[in-house]
Structure formats: structure tokens, C-alpha cells
T-cell receptor
Framework: DGGITQSPKYLFRKEGQNVTLSCEQN?????MYWYRQDPGQGLRLIYY???????QKGDIAEGYSVSREKKESFPLTVTSAQKNPTAFYLC????????????FGPGTRLTVL | GDSVTQMEGPVTLSEEAFLTINCTYT??????LFWYVQYPGEGLQLLLK?????DKGSNKGFEATYRKETTSFHLEKGSVQVSDSAVYFC?????????????FGSGTRLLVRP
């Protein structure tokens, strides 16, 4: 089945530690995105990537980093510089050149202890 | 800048009631409009979309019409079920630097009681 997978579903981190969230897609989509969702709020864009080895900052990139070494994978690292990292993180992808519709993974809930 | 405004929730309805969730937008140009649904603890699922004025998107009994004159994209369903309980997000798509980006409303929680 084609889709987007994110792992792990729940992640706990101590303050001061970096942590990496995984996102993989087998939809052959060019573009991939990372969003952050806080309780009772909409989604805010962290980073996005249109093609391999290229990515751009979104609206709230500070304290986060990404890489795009393969088309299928777009991991997000939450660094210790992120002041308030506890949130629900969603990955999405789209066939950039064909449509603007984005499809989402199941999400990772990160809690900083 | 571009933005999306949704009615605040929660919206609480009895089963088989009529649903309307209001969504208005501000945008330059002619964005595509979307409704996504999020069930508890899950990611977002695309519910429906419309790409130009007067288009009607529909799926699973839900409908929304792209109204350019009122800059609205209200979500409707004639008869809701308990299983429709979820958070609904309205979004618009903007093209920036050759890449599409979604701008989301804050979401509206729907609770349907038996």
C-alpha cells in the first residue's frame, strides 16, 4: 500500500537532547513537508523540500534541522535549541509538479521531560 | 498575508442533524481550497478540495462550494453520524517560489452525540 509512515508514534526526550523524527513515503512524491501542531491550534510549517538535496525554511524553522538525501525520506531533527519542543509533528508529501494536494502521515507526538 | 478563519468549536450535534462549519479566507490570486479531517491521535486526511470558483468538492456526504464573491468555503453535511466526530481543518494553497504551501485554519472540533 502506498502512503506515508512516521516513526515512532510517541517519543520522549530529556531537555538538552537532540532527537530525530522519521518520515518515509512510497508515493513517488517530489515534495515533502514538516508541520508542528499544538493543542487547539492549526498546523505551522517547519521545513519543506521540493527535490532531493534541497530544502527551505518554513514559518517556524528555528531549533529544527532536516535533510533530504533520498526522495523517499525527510527526517526532522529537533535540536536542544528549540525552546518548546513538546508538540505533535506531522509529515506530508505532494506530487509537486502535478498537484498542490498534500497527504499526511499519522504523526509523532514528542514530549520533553 | 494569506489566511484562513474558521468558526470556533466545539460544535456539538445530535446524530442525523445538519452540519455547517464556516470557513472564510483571505488570499491574493486564486488559491485551491481544502477540508481536512483529523481523528483523535491521528494525522490529517484529505476530505475534499475545490480548485476554482463555483467548484463543489464532495466526499462521504460532506460538501463545500468555493465562493469567490464571499471568500468562503463552508463545510456541510446533511446528516451527521457519531463516527464524524473529529477536528476539521480548512486550508488554502498558495504558490510561493515555485512550491505549493498550505495555510491552515485553527480547526473546528465536532462532537456528535447518539
Amino acid at each position: 500500500d502506498g502512503g506515508i509512515t512516521q516513526s515512532p508514534k510517541y517519543l520522549f526526550r530529556k531537555e538538552g537532547q537532540n532527537v530525530t523524527l522519521s518520515c518515509e513515503q512510497n508515493l513517488n512524491h517530489d515534495a515533502m513537508y514538516w508541520y508542528r501542531q499544538d493543542p487547539g491550534q492549526g498546523l505551522r510549517l517547519i521545513y519543506y523540500s521540493q527535490i532531493v538535496n534541497d530544502f527551505q525554511k518554513g514559518d517556524i524553522a528555528e531549533g529544527y534541522s532536516v535533510s533530504r538525501e533520498k526522495k523517499e525520506s525527510f527526517p526532522l531533527t529537533v535540536t536542544s535549541a528549540q525552546k518548546n519542543p513538546t508538540a505533535f509533528y506531522l509529515c506530508a508529501s505532494s506530487a509537486r509538479t502535478l498537484t498542490d494536494t498534500q497527504y499526511f502521515g499519522p504523526g509523532t507526538r514528542l514530549t520533553v521531560l | 498575508g494569506d489566511s484562513v478563519t474558521q468558526m470556533e468549536g466545539p460544535v456539538t450535534l445530535s446524530e442525523e442533524a445538519f452540519l455547517t462549519i464556516n470557513c472564510t479566507y483571505t488570499a491574493t490570486g486564486y488559491p485551491s481550497l481544502f477540508w481536512y479531517v483529523q481523528y483523535p491521535g491521528e494525522g490529517l486526511q484529505l476530505l475534499l478540495k475545490a480548485t476554482k470558483a463555483d467548484d463543489k468538492g464532495s466526499n462521504k456526504g460532506f460538501e463545500a462550494t468555493y465562493r469567490k464573491e464571499t471568500t468562503s468555503f463552508h463545510l456541510e453535511k446533511g446528516s451527521v453520524q457519531v463516527s464524524d466526530s473529529a477536528v476539521y481543518f480548512c486550508a488554502l494553497s498558495v504558490l510561493e517560489e515555485s512550491s505549493y504551501k498550505l495555510i491552515f485554519g485553527s480547526g473546528t472540533r465536532l462532537l456528535v452525540r447518539p
